[in-house]
């Protein structure tokens, strides 16, 4: 499983004829609203097996290792509950 965070416009974005740029098809998540985001809601998770999707080309990668210790942080996680 590859990870990575694009912005959250990325789920919005349309082509010249009108589809969706970001194909669920193609990723683990099945639609806008199964999605991970950031508190601020500008980014998102997407997860990803075998060749990167054309729409997530250019975005970093992480390993689950990578992930679990970004979502970890205060982009992600409101510790101040803890």
Do not use: C
């Not at 965070?5 to 010249?16: G, I």
């Not at 970001?22 to 601020?40: G, I, K, M, P």
């Not at 809601?41 to 997860?47: D, N, Q, R, T």
């Amino acid at each position: 499983m590859i990870y990575t965070t694009p912005e959250t416009s990325l789920l919005e974005e349309v082509d010249s004829e009108g589809n969706p740029v970001f194909d669920f098809s193609q990723v683990v998540e099945d639609s806008a609203a199964t999605v991970r985001r950031s508190l601020d809601g500008k980014l998102f998770i997407a997860k990803f097996i075998g060749e990167t999707p054309s729409f997530l080309e250019g975005l970093d990668q992480y390993t689950h290792e990578e992930i679990l210790a970004i979502v970890r942080g205060s982009d992600w996680t409101d510790n101040s509950e803890i």
